[in-house]
């Protein structure tokens, strides 16, 4: 990971419609409200919100694990950001709860406790917004059983 600050550019198409320029050769993503105010044409603010939680932690997972010259693949994570209003009657984000899958049973991991007491201090952007916003982690492995 790079110290360069990350740059995006963004574009109003039309109303709440924009498109997010990540430069380089990326394609743009087109975001939007949903409705009443716009058109739900592309991801809202709280859904890049929760993919960039489920993206950190997952890339941080997959790292820890490789690490360790370890297979987890595929692994999938799911994460729900939820709302409600402040003192002030705004909407903001109350908390963000994050539920990773890993692709194989746990049992043909190694070191896999230590992993999973390690890998979400590694994770910039989960940690940046757990200052702010609770944010829990649930680790499961492909048979259903919870690690964390």
């Known amino acids: 990971m790079s110290d360069a600050p990350a740059t995006v550019r963004l574009t109003q198409r039309h109303d709440y419609h924009f498109d997010a320029d990540f430069g380089a050769d990326l394609p743009p993503l087109q975001l ?41 693949e595929p692994i999938t994570c799911e994460v729900q950001a939820q709302t409600g209003r402040n003192a002030e009657n705004r909407l903001r984000v109350t908390q963000i709860q994050a539920r990773l899958t890993l692709g194989v049973p746990a049992a043909s991991l190694e070191r896999l406790d230590r992993v999973l007491d390690q890998f979400e ?3 910039t952007v989960t940690e940046s917004i757990r200052a702010g916003i609770p944010v829990t982690v649930e680790v499961w492995d492909s048979t259903g059983a919870r690690l964390k």
């Open 32 to 72: 939007d409200e949903p409705p009443p105010l716009g058109q739900g044409e592309g991801p809202s603010p709280l859904q890049l919100l929760a993919a960039a939680v489920g993206n950190c932690l997952s890339a941080s997972l997959l790292f820890a694990l490789r690490k360790y010259k370890q297979a987890p």
């Open 121 to 123: 201090a590694f994770c």
